[in-house]
């Protein structure tokens, strides 16, 4: 009935299992299509679907492998197209790449078989994935966490976040505007702030972070950056914060955030609904060079691009809101945060072709780079998407570049590093540290960039 690479996956079956019960109770009795998603999720309700179940990855383990010949190349992309048990953290594209691969419990004995059988070298990074979680969530800020209790100590809920946005406007009206790009395709307010101190003929930097849903250090990260450019008292800080008007979104995918603290810790989507599966990559699908690399067609894989360019409510926000004010309000920069693999990275991302100011970019992200080094140790590569991390199309730093020609445009992938034991579930403890080093490197882009001319 089904082709044999949808059927094991845990969520699916479950999703499978609630969408066979809608057919039994109602007569609906053909899947969904996005244009009637809501009234499918209606009816779900209806039938009295189950306390929210959590995904869970006991002895799921973390693989690292290394790609040394083409037929490996062609066993992990084999591998990748037939198996939902194993998640690849990008996919295998060249020997002599290294590539992270999470495997479920119930497949780590085939795997390690075939491993073994084609000689691939490879190391265990993490033999229970599931106590990794479990000692995240732990390090969550209480439901009704009162925003004056709003810290980089432990991570905060969407509302958490949402509340401490609220306050901070409140508390400071005459710097700090709420802002709302609008609502996501389960209704949820996409929120953000204005930080403007006045001034004349500003430019304005746009910061977006949250885009994929498990990255839990980068909305850390925006709200830090959020604080420190309200509050610092650092004069250095405070010369940065007026030099520019900022527009902060800690959380642009509002419901995958909450998703990955109600369901799946791994969840990096959009919550759109297609058939049996969920989800767009919203950092696939921009209208530039749209799924002409790296994405998927496929809405059960973790970077479906979409039905098509834009498509999602979330991205059609984004872009009205940016395309709006790009000039009107000068928006000559434009970051996006992301984890994990340290790096600090410019367009494009579809292609080897080199931006217009390539040399600039390279120089200012070298820079940025040096200086998380000299603050911290941390090691951050510098370069085109294409270059340092991965071949992909549809990012919105490639579009906002490309489209909106907003000429200083980076994309962070925070940390841990690209060999991470831990993935997308880095300890509390490393908040601090991890947005210090990226505030401190942003001020050096934007500053660089001043001399530069970027922003006269
Ligand atoms: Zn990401």
């Not at 109602?26 to 679907?49: M, P, R």
């Not at 119930?106 to 106590?131: E, G, I, M, P």
């Not at 990559?281 to 894989?301: I, K, Y």
Request: with cysteine; charged share 25%; net charge negative.
């Amino acid at each position: 009935m089904f082709p044999k690479r949808w059927f094991p996956h845990p969520l699916k079956l479950m999703l499978l299992l609630v969408i066979v019960g809608v057919i039994q109770e109602s007569k609906a009795a053909s899947f969904c299509t996005k244009a009637d998603q809501c009234a499918l999720d209606e009816e779900i309700k209806t039938v009295g679907a189950p306390a929210p179940l959590q995904a869970r990855y006991d002895h799921t383990r973390i693989y690292q492998v290394e790609l040394a010949s083409e037929e490996h190349v062609r066993i992990f992309q084999a591998l990748e197209l037939a198996s939902d048990s194993c998640s690849f953290m990008g996919h295998a594209r060249q020997p002599g790449q290294k590539l992270t691969i999470m495997v479920t419990a119930a497949k780590v004995a085939d795997f390690d078989d075939l491993v073994h059988s084609y000689n691939v070298t490879h190391r265990v990074l993490n033999h229970n994935f599931q106590a990794l979680i479990d000692a995240n969530y732990r390090e969550v800020a209480p439901e009704g966490t009162s925003p004056d209790q709003f810290d980089w100590k432990r991570y905060h809920s969407l509302e958490g976040i949402n509340a401490w946005l609220e306050n901070l406007a409140k508390k400071y009206p005459e710097v700090v505007t709420l802002v709302q790009l609008g609502l996501s395709t389960q209704g949820r307010p996409i929120q953000g702030v204005k930080i403007a101190f006045g001034g004349e003929n500003r430019t304005t930097v746009f910061i977006e972070s949250g885009i994929h849903a498990r990255e839990w250090i980068a909305p850390a990260t925006a709200t830090y950056i959020i604080d420190r450019l309200v509050n610092s008292e650092d004069p250095a800080i405070q010369e940065l914060a007026r030099s520019q008007n900022w527009y902060i979104f800690p959380t642009v995918n509002p419901d995958g955030y909450r998703y990955t603290f109600q369901g799946d810790r791994m969840w990096r989507k959009n919550r759109a609904l297609f058939g049996i599966c969920r989800g767009v990559d919203l950092n696939r699908n921009f209208p530039f060079h749209w799924n002409v690399t790296g994405a998927s067609g496929d809405p059960c894989r973790y970077d479906y691009s979409g039905p098509s360019a834009g498509s999602e409510v979330e991205t059609q926000r984004m872009i009205e809101f940016i395309k709006d004010r790009v000039e009107s309000e000068r928006i000559r920069t434009f970051l996006a945060l992301h984890s994990y693999s340290q790096m600090i990275m410019f367009p494009y991302g579809h292609s080897a072709e080199r931006v217009d100011n390539y040399q600039d970019l390279k120089e200012i992200g070298q820079l940025a780079a040096k200086k998380i080094y000299d603050l911290s140790g941390r090691i951050y590569k510098s370069g085109s998407i294409y270059e340092t991390i991965y071949p992909s199309a549809g990012g919105s730093k490639d579009w906002t570049h490309g489209e909106l020609k907003i000429p200083i445009t980076f994309s962070y992938e925070l940390r841990g590093p690209a060999d991470s034991e831990d993935l997308f579930i880095l300890s509390a403890k490393e908040i601090e540290p991890t947005a210090i080093e990226a505030f401190a490197s942003i001020k050096t882009i934007v500053e660089e960039a001043g001399k530069r001319g970027y922003y006269q």
